[in-house]
């Protein structure tokens, strides 16, 4: 009784890819389930559009600001 291994290694070869295969598309199924599931009960808040440009515009003067004054630190020392 003569064993060819290549044959062996194949088989094994395609059983833990399947596997592997298997438990990832599993895997997304469960998680685009949780997803919705998720949405449903939690929507995303969407923000106002008039006080979204107003704060947007005073974080951006805050930024800039912030980026002026490392600058001018950097330059300095």
Known sequence: METN??????KF???GMGA???FLAVMIFFMSI????VHKFFPEVQPSASSSSSSAQNNQKKVVAAITAAIK???ES
């Open 13 to 15: 070869m395609g059983l």
């Open 73 to 75: 630190f950097h330059r």
């Open 34 to 37: 949780m997803s919705r599931i």
């Open 20 to 22: 592997v295969f298997l």
């Open 5 to 10: 291994l290549v044959v062996e290694g194949v």
